[in-house]
């Protein structure tokens, strides 16, 4: 007698359980990159925007007053805040190498977050296979790993930029309300964190149209649909709004100070106008 065929669904099954589990090991790997010697070289602070953020930004903020300066998105700020008054309370602790060592602790989890929305969006665009790469690619991605060694925004509003495009994916192939309203709260929390986010909104809108004009027919289902839809992108605007006022409230509270900072910061960065000594050596050379 023949040995029984394998059902296509038990390969199917087994195969996707292989596929998590080399996934999961891929995680492992790039969790324990990111996490590895926090306290490295002393504590010392080289970033300037670490020194900024943990010396003077956060041991005197909690939520939600204003930040002493809004050129960073508050949302992580506020994040370390609370993990701030959480070893406040601890005892025979040095609280300051503790801040310093979580900070970078929590900067390294986020960015690891960057490697599963990176695998769940190429699950749901192209093959298993790519997923895997990507995610693989990422996990070692010698960027990632050093910024996940200092506490700054740009790991946050990757990962949130991250989770908007992977949102705005399920807002195309499904067109869920649910999904737009993610797509929304990411979009702000993403905002929060860096203010040049900003275009990561083009994913959301241009999710929505791909979805809108999927919907085929004259039936009044496909009208109710259709419909449907727009109402779905008014409530990823209405969310992503309120989320935004949770995440960073002072800037639109204090919107003039906010625009002020924001300007400063982009002077220092972009246009080159302000008179910061990291920059006065590209002064001169080419653009790129």
Not at 18 to 34: H, M, S, V
Not at 72 to 83: D, E, K, T
Not at 115 to 130: T, W
Not at 223 to 242: H, I, P, T, V
Request: hydrophobic share 50%.
């Amino acid at each position: 007698m023949g040995k029984k065929p394998v059902s296509k669904k038990k390969e199917t099954k087994g195969s996707k359980k292989g596929l998590f589990l080399i996934f999961a090991l891929i995680l492992l790997a790039g969790l324990i990159l990111r996490l590895y010697q926090p306290d490295w070289y002393h504590d010392r602070q080289f970033h300037p925007d670490e020194r900024w953020i943990v010396g003077q930004a956060v041991p005197q903020l909690s939520y939600p007053d204003r930040p002493i300066g809004m050129q960073y998105g508050s949302l992580p700020l506020y994040i370390l805040s609370f993990y701030k008054d959480f070893i406040n309370g601890m005892k025979n602790i040095d609280r300051g190498k503790a801040l310093i060592g979580g900070a970078r602790a929590i900067s390294g989890i986020f960015d690891a977050g960057t490697i599963v929305f990176v695998f769940l969006i190429c699950m749901l665009l192209f093959k298993p296979a790519v997923a895997m790469l990507a995610s693989l690619m990422l996990a070692f991605t010698a960027l990632h790993i050093h910024a996940a060694h200092f506490f700054t925004v740009d790991t946050f509003v990757t990962f949130f930029a991250a989770g908007t495009v992977y949102f705005s994916v399920r807002i195309y192939k499904k067109g869920e309300m649910i999904d737009y309203i993610l797509a929304g709260v990411f979009y702000a929390a993403a905002l929060a964190s860096k203010s040049a986010a900003i275009p990561v909104g083009f994913a959301i809108a241009a999710a929505h149209l791909l979805n809108f004009f999927s919907i085929n027919g004259k039936t009044a289902a496909a009208s109710e649909k259709r419909y449907k839809s727009w109402m779905n992108l008014a409530w990823s605007g209405l969310s992503a709004f309120a989320a935004f006022f949770a995440f960073m409230p002072h800037a639109i509270l204090n919107f003039e100070a906010f625009v002020r900072d924001q300007t400063a910061q982009r002077d220092i960065l972009v246009t080159g106008k302000a008179d910061i000594p990291y920059n006065r050596q590209y002064l001169g050379t080419l653009p790129y």
